[in-house]
């Protein structure tokens, strides 16, 4: 249905007074994944509720609340909030490029086009009022875009929206001409032909998967997003503005940036297939494709993302705190297709009834009874060259020992959707050569701590980036090292008897399979060893110090009887309060903004310089909230601080902390390396400011 502007400004005024004024910060903490989806749709439907009750009489549907024009009366709300919250990344004039975008894999998005890409619109048109108000309170998972329902106030989100508004150059909310489309989708969010449940959606009917697996072939969707969906297909891409581009990996769906805190849900897929993503090369299909073949397609899209367990505050799967090394009495076979290492890459912690366990009616799905578990990584943020965009965002993890051989497989897969041809791929398993004393250095141990790294630098032979895909992949020529570390300026050869045993990259996946002898190795049944797994991109030329790593995970043998010891978490050591005392201190304004005044006075100075180091060197890990939830923090166990309640300890203690690093056991790095004293200071004076002065 056509929906015209001037007809639904004499309707209702879009303001939005949500019932959650006032909550706190971690509004998604202690929330299972199914009670975070049920609080969001009660929040989404409330704030519909209330949107429309500004039309007396008139029943307004879900998504025809239109992006109307900006309310005068929101704006200097709206402004205060952007250049608080959102002017780090999205800039001073909303063009995408503040102090922290360069760091983001994903550009921020530069509002002056008017393009919206996750919408129920058409194609072209400009959001709804409700795309917007999803957005804000949602965020975008796999992008940096957090969500701020809870951290801000429905007035504030209401607020900062029509501010947003009045950023867009080339188009105009209050053009009376724009009209915008509502589609017929046949479902909702939480709705769908089958009556699927949230949160896993799983049972969808086999037929409609084959179907939509049809359909996929048919629509030559795997030309963008490669043959088995992980995003392989095209690597030229670019959007709108000139960025490269690269189509959805639909095996990891909690990174749809549309998924609205419900990544299983199938009608993620229809409404994108149905509108297409604005200023992206994809286009919608509802000419091409009828309302029910868009489900089944999303069915088959459905089918292929493992079922995880998903970390509410984060909005990615839990990480699994270890690797078991399954116990094997004979020989261990050498590749990676024998039974021996396939099976379910679902999370053992869910349900179930949740998991898929049928692994024979699809070529797509792996055949086995293995285990993989599923570790966070992020881009390295403590020693050398640091602040890169990271290329890799989890790993795929099984391991087996051999009784015969005496020697132990770690299985390592990671989605890199294209390799580089002029640096090799690296992947390394580092374990902690002392597995009782403090945990070591992150990258390459400390001077105090060394690490063993078994290490494969691998080149794809015959491999090109617009190669046809073939269906054995490509094998890598693999060069093997033994390395002992003390840090990442301290790491030589040392040990031996590292082998690579099988290297492949097909279809958008790395699989490389690392054999180690146990002799020499801290590794016994039973024992809770610490590894980490760090990984170079080829095609972004990364090296030294230059990668994606995960935090400390475990590595434990299995005894003969199929059994592990209870696992009990590392203790963070407690860092002392400190007495320093910060030279910027002053009595905060909370109202004053250093981006807008042009006469702000010397303590806001300090704040804008203290905001520019945080978002250039912490918000990775401490998040744009400041509450710990970065786009890395599923990385690290312990996870990064809440600095709402860290804060309380004194701004010296944040000083130390800073300066220091977090002690035993915490990945927090020392920036007395990277930053001086007074642009510490300057930090501890943002977050003063930011929280409030608590």
């Known amino acids: 249905m056509r929906v015209n502007l001037r007809i639904l400004k004499r309707l209702f005024l879009p303001v939005f007074l949500i019932f959650l004024f006032g909550l706190p910060a971690n509004l998604f903490a202690a929330r299972s994944h199914m009670e975070d989806i049920q609080m969001m749709g009660k929040f989404i439907d409330e704030a519909l509720a209330l949107a429309s009750k500004n039309a007396p009489g008139e029943e307004v549907e879900e998504g025809q609340h239109l992006g109307a024009p900006p309310v005068e009366e929101l704006l200097p709300l709206g402004k205060k909030t952007f250049f608080r919250r959102c002017v780090w990344c999205h800039g001073v004039k909303g063009a995408g490029d503040g102090p922290s975008a360069k760091l983001l894999v994903t550009n921020p998005r530069n509002f002056l086009s008017g393009m919206f890409k996750i919408r129920q619109s058409d194609s072209g048109e400009l959001p709804f009022e409700a795309d917007l108000v999803r957005t804000v309170t949602t965020g975008l998972p796999g992008s940096a875009m957090p969500a701020w329902g809870g951290v801000l106030s429905a007035k504030e989100i209401a607020a900062v929206i029509q501010f947003v508004k009045t950023l867009v150059v080339d188009r105009d909310f209050a053009d009376e001409d724009e009209e915008v489309f509502q589609q017929e989708l046949g479902g909702t969010n939480f709705k769908n032909p089958w009556g699927l449940k949230a949160p896993y959606y799983v049972g969808a009917p086999d037929d409609d998967i084959k179907k939509g697996h049809a359909l996929f072939i048919k629509n030559k969707c795997f030309e963008c997003h490669g043959g088995l969906g992980r995003g392989d297909g095209n690597p030229t891409m670019k959007d709108d503005w000139g960025f490269a581009i690269v189509a959805a990996n639909w095996q990891q769906c909690w990174n749809f940036r549309g998924s609205r805190r419900n990544p299983y849900t199938p009608f993620n897929i229809v409404r994108d297939v149905s509108t297409g993503l604005n200023g992206t090369p994809m286009p919608n299909f509802k000419d091409a494709l009828e309302v029910e073949q868009r489900w089944q397609l999303a069915a088959f899209v459905n089918s292929i993302c493992p079922r995880r367990e998903i970390d509410p505050m984060t909005q990615k799967p839990k990480t699994d705190p270890y690797v078991v090394a399954t116990y094997t009495k004979g020989k261990i076979s050498?590749?990676?297709?024998d039974p021996q290492w396939q099976g379910s890459y679902d999370d053992k912690r869910i349900p179930e009834a949740a998991r898929d366990k049928d692994?024979?009616?699809?070529?797509?799905?792996?055949?086995?009874?293995?285990?993989?578990?599923?570790?966070?990584?992020?881009?390295?943020?403590?020693?050398?060259?640091?602040?890169?965009?990271s290329q890799i965002d989890n790993f795929w993890v099984s391991a087996r020992w051999s009784e015969e051989e005496k020697a132990v497989y770690v299985f390592v897969e990671y989605h890199n959707r294209f390799l580089g041809n002029s640096s090799p791929e690296g992947v390394a398993i580092e374990i902690a050569a002392n597995p009782d004393g403090p945990r070591p250095g992150l990258v390459f141990g400390d001077a105090a701590n060394a690490v063993n790294v078994w290490k494969a630098s691998m080149k794809p032979v015959g491999y090109t980036e617009t190669a046809q895909p073939k269906e054995e992949g490509y094998k890598f020529d693999a060069k093997v090292e033994d390395l002992v570390?003390?840090?990442?300026?301290?790491?030589?050869?040392?040990?031996?008897g590292t082998e690579v045993v099988f290297a492949r990259f097909n279809r958008g996946k790395v699989s490389v399979l690392i054999k180690h002898p146990l002799d020499g190795t801290p590794l016994a049944v039973g024992k809770f060893v610490p590894m980490a797994i760090l990984q170079w991109s080829a095609r972004a030329k990364e090296s030294g110090e230059v990668m994606s790593l995960t935090g400390w995970n475990n590595?434990?043998?299995?005894?003969?009887?199929g059994k592990i010891p209870d696992y009990k978490p590392p203790v963070v050591a407690a860092v002392d309060a400190g007495d320093g005392k910060n030279p910027f201190s002053a009595g905060a304004s909370q109202d004053k903004m250093a981006f807008l005044d042009a006469d702000a006075d010397e303590f806001m100075k300090h704040v804008t310089n203290g905001g520019k180091a945080y978002f250039q060197n912490c918000h990775q890990c401490h998040g744009d909230q400041l509450n710990g939830l970065g786009m890395m923090s599923q990385s690290y166990t312990p996870a990064p601080s809440d600095i709402f309640v860290s804060h309380d300890k004194g701004e010296g203690a944040l000083f130390k902390v800073i300066s220091e690093g977090g002690g035993v056991n915490s990945e927090m790095p020392a920036f007395k390396d990277f930053l001086s004293k007074d642009q510490i200071w300057e930090v501890v004076t943002f977050l003063n400011w930011y929280t409030g002065g608590k």
């Open 334 to 337: 050498h590749d990676p297709d």
């Open 359 to 389: 692994y024979t009616n699809f070529p797509w799905k792996p055949k086995g009874t293995v285990h993989h578990a599923y570790i966070a990584a992020s881009g390295q943020l403590s020693a050398g060259k640091r602040n890169f965009p």
């Open 485 to 496: 570390g003390n840090g990442y300026q301290s790491v030589k050869p040392g040990g031996s």
């Open 555 to 561: 590595l434990v043998l299995e005894g003969p009887d």
